[in-house]
């Protein structure tokens, strides 16, 4: 097969990647155009020709010795996912510059069992889609494990069920998403212990940033490298109306520089809740509990335009203290959607009701509830404040240690980090934090029923 350029040679790989990266799309495309299919697809397997700077594993640490971690930092679409499945193809197989030689054992970390394998695996740019059709690994998702000709073996973890780690044994690991990781220390620390296989055990993290303990003490680290990436780095594989547009609406502001230019956003100087207060608050579950709700804030309107429907569970301990069980904030959806997914919590948590704002629609609400499961008590409540006013009695109850969180809500915290009294940084309706308010507010003032009981879940 004629190629453009001779793909066994390292230098001259590295010289074709030189001139790709110079050249205009119009050059690229006539380029293309000229290959056959065969040709494209030998090309298109040549990671190290297209990968960018920040996709490539640097050589050391910090501390001048080889790395264990790799941090990959970066925006929405900047190429996390491929570059985490190219780094796997690359330990399975031995191929170099990314291996010396290929690894036995390997654990991919998702944040759910289906982010594993939706992203990770099954994904348009995951471990399957990345492998040429003849060295393809074998997917058996019943037993959650990727097989390749030469032995080595995958197997995929849930970051939710941490105790799942416990046991197996590693050369490597690619964690994604990791600071979206509900029980993110528990699961880490399971990963450690089993990365034990080898010469030398390597980790790589994709993730999109956010201000968690975890990630700020692997950026710390010595044996920890770190590489970041705005979205923009990635375009010539991005569509232009996304650029265009995305960037338009969200360039600049807070969430923008977060999850399209990859930055590490702290503390809001003038929000209600601080990162610091919310981790002081972080237990690993709750104890027997006296009461449960699970708060529903209604959206005006259904659609993709729509704001999400926010579903915040919580409960009481007979010592007064509320914990956060749950967010299970749903975007864009129909009433029924929500309405469904709101009673599965209830369902699931054992609750003793559902607590919803009836501001928007009214009757209406307590309608699309009761239409979905008449049995289901709701309490309806009606703001006379505004969301700054409501939110700031709620605040109080953190600071004075009378609100916990069993787990890790980091979209719900991201929005408490946010809330000032001009609301949120991105202008949008906080719908996951008005479900909060309404579930603490309803706990704090409803008195407990008769002796404790374990949470349900």
Not at 332 to 356: G, H, M, N, Q, Y
């Amino acid at each position: 097969m004629t190629t453009p350029f001779p793909a066994t040679s390292t230098s001259s790989g590295a010289r074709f990647r030189d001139d790709w990266s110079n050249w205009s799309p119009s050059q690229r495309s006539v380029l293309l155009q000229s290959m056959t299919e065969a040709e494209i697809g030998f090309l298109n397997a040549q990671w190290d020709i297209f990968a960018h700077d920040h996709q490539r594993p640097p050589a050391l640490a910090p501390n001048g010795a080889p790395w264990l971690s790799w941090l990959l930092i970066g925006g929405r679409g900047a190429g996390k996912t491929r570059a985490g499945a190219e780094w796997i193809r690359a330990q399975a197989l031995g191929l170099a510059p990314f291996a010396e030689q290929p690894v036995s054992r390997i654990a991919l970390v998702g944040e759910t069992e289906h982010d594993v394998r939706e992203v990770m695996i099954e994904g348009v740019s995951g471990l399957l889609a990345v492998h040429p059709r003849g060295e393809r690994p074998s997917w058996m998702p019943s037993r959650k494990r990727l097989e390749w000709s030469n032995g080595a073996v995958a197997q995929a973890f849930s970051a939710d069920d941490p105790e799942s780690l416990r046991g197996p044994q590693f050369c490597c690991a690619w964690s994604d998403e990791m600071a979206k990781w509900r029980y993110a220390e528990a699961a880490f620390d399971m990963l450690q212990f089993g990365l034990r296989l080898g010469p030398q055990p390597r980790q790589l993290i994709t993730t999109t940033p956010r201000p968690t303990a975890l990630l700020k003490r692997l950026m710390s680290d010595p044996a920890c490298v770190t590489t970041r990436a705005p979205t923009r780095a990635n375009a010539f594989n991005l569509a232009p109306t996304f650029l265009q547009g995305v960037m338009a609406r969200y360039q600049g502001t807070r969430l923008g520089r977060q999850e399209l230019e990859g930055e590490i956003i702290e503390d809001r100087p003038d929000a209600l809740w601080s990162r610091a207060l919310l981790e002081s608050c972080r237990v690993e579950q709750a104890p027997a509990l006296t009461r449960i709700v699970v708060a529903v804030d209604p959206p005006a309107s259904s659609g993709k335009r729509a704001d999400a429907c926010g579903i915040v569970a919580a409960g009481i301990c007979a010592a007064g203290i509320v914990y956060v069980l749950a967010d299970d904030t749903l975007a864009a959806a129909t009433p029924s959607a929500w309405a469904s997914k709101a009673i599965a919590a209830w369902r699931r948590l054992e609750a003793d009701a559902l607590v919803a704002e009836v501001n928007q629609g009214g009757e209406m609400v307590r309608a699309v509830i009761g239409e979905v499961d008449a049995s289901v008590p709701v309490t309806s409540v009606r703001a006379s404040r505004g969301k700054w006013l409501r939110a700031e009695p709620v605040a109080a109850l953190y600071e004075q240690g009378r609100v916990k969180h069993a787990g890790c809500f980091a979209a719900l915290e991201d929005e408490m980090c946010d809330f000032a009294a001009s609301g949120l940084s991105s202008g949008r309706s906080p719908d996951r934090l008005d479900a909060l308010v309404w579930a603490v507010a309803s706990l704090t003032h409803a008195a407990p029923r008769a002796g404790p009981r374990v949470r349900g879940l």
